[in-house]
């Protein structure tokens, strides 16, 4: 791998986990604000996306932290950090994030809960940068794919 882009990576990882971090701390000591379509609000998720697997309590972390050092380890073999970087970051960064949490708050800090027209689950940053950083990824291994 070349150094730049391990760089960019380990940079871009701490970056982003260092500012979600942060946000989550200010709900954690209180903050909220109640809005028309948005709700910025501690929610402490003991599942995953839609409260999925909360039956699992404690075990999960432990099943997160497997799967996020497995797809580590297939990022790095497939070459998706040398090739993505940022995106690849922005994944991680989120992942590790939420995954912290689990640790350290036994649950993932989510505050944003949109109610505009629809209910849409709590989430955070960390959900988004995982969102974006996949989207992000696919679309330059399409492009990739596509010079071929």
């Given amino acids: 791998m070349k150094v730049r882009s391990l760089a960019i990576f380990v940079v871009a990882l701490a970056g ?3 500012v979600d971090q942060n946000i989550k701390a200010l709900f954690l000591e209180g903050w909220y ?3 028309r379509c948005v709700d910025w ?7 995953v996306a839609f409260s999925m697997f909360a039956f699992l309590g ?3 972390k432990w099943v997160q ?4 050092a497995f797809l580590a380890g297939f990022f790095a073999k497939e070459g998706y950090i040398r090739l993505a970087p940022f995106a690849s970051a922005t994944v991680f960064a989120g992942a590790l994030s939420n995954l912290y949490d689990r640790f350290a708050h036994g649950a993932v800090v989510d505050y944003v809960a949109w109610h505009c027209g629809f209910r849409w689950p709590v989430f955070n940053l ?9 989207v992000w990824l696919l679309a330059v291994l399409w492009r990739k794919e596509k010079k071929k």
């Fill in 58 to 60: 404690d075990a999960l």
């Fill in 16 to 18: 982003w986990f260092i």
């Fill in 33 to 35: 604000r109640e809005g």
């Fill in 126 to 134: 960390a959900d988004v940068l995982i969102d974006v950083g996949i």
């Fill in 41 to 47: 609000v501690l929610h402490l998720n003991k599942g």
């Fill in 65 to 68: 932290a497997v799967l996020v």
